[in-house]
């Protein structure tokens, strides 16, 4: 009896340990980036709706979602300007387009952030990755910066950086996107909302 007590303690202990190192690593394909991010989603009441990881790996930007709680189908899911989802998802403002481009796949450039529409199971859970040059996660870069001058203006070669003065969310929107419709593809109304933050 006392050695199965000691047993059972030992193994809960262990378990806590190796959770605990789980936790304080990154994810094995995040382990080489230069920059990481994430947003947990809530949907409009309030529940968990999961959560989106973002990794920098050089100019390119790595996205890997799982989320849960959405009607099946397709769903637009886009980068929206305002890091905020309070006190409604409309906080978010518009997409990410610093360059003020039209929305659509057929526009060059289109939104930096325009995605792929990603596509929800009978059981409400869609699970996708992306990968986009057309934003980053590390501090605004500027021309003065590569330059070396006193002007800070913004760096057109360089993708505009998530993480500018009021920050950007991730919304998932009831429909797909047409990928042509400007503003939004015609995806009508936000269903999930995460701030991007820094990780």
């Not at 325009?114 to 996660?137: C, K, M, S, W, Y």
Request: charged letters at 15%.
């Amino acid at each position: 009896m006392i050695r199965t007590a000691c047993t059972a303690t030992f193994a809960a202990t262990f378990a806590l340990a190796v959770a605990g190192a789980a936790a304080q690593q990154s994810p094995q394909w995040l382990q080489n980036a230069q920059a990481t991010a994430q947003a947990q989603l809530e949907d409009t009441q309030g529940k968990d709706a999961g959560t989106v990881t973002f990794g920098q790996f050089h100019g390119t930007v790595v996205l890997r979602g799982e989320l849960r709680g959405l009607p099946p189908g397709w769903h637009a899911i886009h980068v929206h300007e305002t890091g905020a989802c309070t006190p409604d998802f409309e906080a978010a403002g518009d997409h990410f387009n610093p360059a003020g481009a039209r929305h659509g796949m057929d526009e060059a450039p289109p939104h930096a952030g325009d995605l792929p529409n990603i596509f929800a199971a009978e059981d409400g859970t869609a699970r996708f990755e992306f990968v986009t040059r057309q934003f980053a996660l590390g501090a605004p870069a500027t021309a003065a910066a590569a330059q070396g001058s006193g002007q800070a203006t913004p760096a057109a070669s360089t993708p505009p950086s998530l993480f500018d003065g009021d920050g950007a969310a991730i919304v998932v929107h009831e429909k797909a996107d047409d990928y042509r419709t400007d503003p939004s593809g015609e995806s009508g109304g936000r269903i999930a909302c995460g701030v991007i933050e820094r990780s």
